[in-house]
């Protein structure tokens, strides 16, 4: 892994910072109704101010319904980017990403358990009931596989992958007698599962914001602990880093983030996967620049995604068939290289 100067990575980090904003701007402009750069920033500022005189419907269409998605993407992006690369870090695997721990069986078991008793008769409102039993069912996962693989009280890295492994096999056998369940309204599982950011409002971006951001920080607390974790386990524990502890408490940061935000948007996969890989090839192995810089490509990644499906393709494809489709190529290219490397971490 090459090791560029602190210049060229505080340029790629002014890069990102410079792009991510101008493109939620241009994404803003795009959809069924065009609406020029100049008048989203006067909708923005009319949801302010009643002095800016702008078409009303203008403004509802940028403020309601374009910029929460926007958001929601930018978010939910930069969340599961920095979950991979913290989880490439603590589990020592280049193939580690916000599911490998069976997170998104677990909030996709929950969804669709609610979904199914509302069929049967269950009266709840979809847009509370779906997030908050999505949410539980990943939190109930992540326990599960912790308590799976603590058995031993090292939380060792294999352990937790299997664990995650076993445990998301069960949950995909519990969903799929969920869709048997559904009968004929299966087709609304199997779109949540795919992933979709068309249902996000301000409420959800209100629970995104302080849980991305607070995760982000704590994680960047432990930068330095997670440079040295990736030198080795037992090297980590001789220069003095509790590993368990450090396993333990990044391990629940990350899948809370994961959780959350596979409760907003669905099952949107590969994202923690291929912008953590890039950026390290870029700027390389620093978590500490790298956490910041894979928030800011993952929510711009995520934001491509989004506007691609919902303003270029004349139909709108499920976010996550898309970044599967990008992800898994990646994904092989990374086990392969794994494979000739002989199993080596990165």
């Given amino acids: 892994m090459h090791r560029p100067g602190r210049s060229w990575t505080t340029g790629i980090f002014l890069l990102l910072l410079l792009l991510l904003p101008c493109a939620m701007v241009v994404s803003a402009t795009m959809g069924f109704m065009e609406v020029p750069a100049i008048d989203v920033l006067h909708a923005v500022l009319a949801r302010f101010s009643q002095g800016t005189a702008i078409d009303p419907v203008v403004v509802a269409v940028v403020t309601d319904v374009r910029l929460p998605r926007i958001a929601a993407a930018v978010?939910?992006?930069?969340?599961?980017?920095?979950?991979?690369?913290?989880?490439?870090?603590?589990?020592?695997?280049?193939?580690?990403?916000?599911?490998?721990?069976?997170?998104?069986?677990?909030?996709?078991?929950?969804?669709?358990?609610?979904?199914?008793?509302?069929?049967f008769g269950l009266v709840l409102p979809v847009s509370f009931s779906v997030p908050v039993f999505a949410f539980a069912g990943s939190v109930a996962t992540l326990f599960a596989v912790l308590g799976l693989a603590g058995g031993d009280r090292r939380l060792s890295s294999t352990n937790l992958i299997l664990s995650g492994v076993i445990v998301a096999a069960i949950l995909s056998a519990a969903i799929g007698l969920l869709k048997f369940l559904a009968d004929e309204q299966v087709g609304i599982i199997i779109f949540?599962?795919?992933?979709?950011?068309?249902?996000?409002?301000?409420?959800?971006?209100?629970?995104?914001?302080?849980?991305?951001?607070?995760?982000?920080?704590?994680?960047?607390?432990?930068?330095?602990?997670?440079?040295?974790?990736?030198?080795?386990?037992?090297?980590a524990a001789t220069l003095g880093v509790n590993t368990v502890r450090l396993r333990w408490i990044l391990l629940v940061t990350c899948s809370l983030m994961s959780a959350l935000c596979v409760a907003v948007s669905g099952i949107i996969g590969f994202v923690g996967l291929i912008v953590p890989h890039f950026l390290r090839y870029l700027v390389g192995p620093e978590n500490r620049w790298l956490l910041v810089l894979s928030f800011l490509g993952g929510g711009l990644l995520l934001l491509f995604a989004d506007t691609l499906t919902r303003a270029v393709l004349p139909a709108e494809v499920p976010i996550g068939v898309l970044t599967a489709l990008l992800g898994g190529p990646v994904f092989c290219v990374i086990f392969t290289r794994r494979q000739r490397d002989g199993g080596n971490g990165f």
Avoid: H, K
């Avoid at 969340?79 to 580690?96: K, R």
């Avoid at 990403?97 to 979904?115: N, Q």
């Fill in 192 to 235: 949540w599962l795919m992933g979709s950011l068309a249902g996000v409002s301000w409420a959800d971006i209100a629970l995104l914001v302080p849980v991305t951001f607070m995760g982000l920080l704590v994680c960047l607390v432990f930068g330095r602990e997670l440079n040295i974790m990736a030198t080795g386990e037992r090297e």
């Fill in 75 to 119: 978010l939910v992006g930069g969340a599961l980017a920095v979950c991979g690369t913290v989880f490439q870090a603590i589990l020592l695997n280049p193939l580690a990403d916000p599911y490998t721990l069976g997170i998104s069986s677990g909030a996709a078991f929950g969804a669709s358990l609610v979904i199914v008793l509302q069929l």
